[in-house]
């Protein structure tokens, strides 16, 4: 079992910054793959991020590329999502999330077996 808990959610003007993080706990040394994914009001859950814990490889969505990057602290178990110049489409809530099946395809959220509760970023105009 895997626990998954987000922090750093707020309000951000557009252009500003939001650092996110997770922290995990349990088998964390399970994991194949860990990232992010949001959900905006009325959307579906999309991918953001993501890494994989055996060759540190990395893949973002398209649209924040150039703009987000997520990193770890394997010592910490966490893991975080920097996000810059950021836009009022990036209002959503941010989840944490993981993976101990070996997938193939990162961004389908039913690929993931572990979440955290999500934490609310809102960008302001």
């Known amino acids: 079992q895997v626990q998954l808990v987000e922090s750093g959610g707020g309000l951000v003007q557009a252009g500003g910054s939001l650092r996110l993080s997770c922290a995990a706990s349990?088998?964390?040394?399970?994991?194949?793959?860990m990232g992010w994914f949001r959900q905006a009001t009325g959307q579906e859950r999309e991918f953001v991020a993501a890494?994989?814990?055996?060759?540190?490889?990395?893949r973002y969505a398209d649209l924040v590329k150039g703009r987000f990057t997520i990193s770890r602290k394997y010592t910490k178990n966490m893991v975080y999502l920097q996000m810059n110049s950021m836009n009022p489409e990036n209002t959503a809530v941010y989840y944490c999330?993981?993976?101990?099946?070996?997938?193939?395809?990162?961004?389908?959220?039913?690929?993931?077996?572990?979440w955290g509760q999500g934490t609310q970023a809102t960008v302001s105009s």
């Open positions: 349990g088998r964390t040394f399970s994991t194949y793959v």
């Open positions: 999330a993981a993976t101990d099946r070996v997938v193939m395809d990162w961004r389908k959220f039913p690929n993931y077996n572990y």
């Open positions: 890494f994989r814990r055996t060759d540190g490889a990395i």
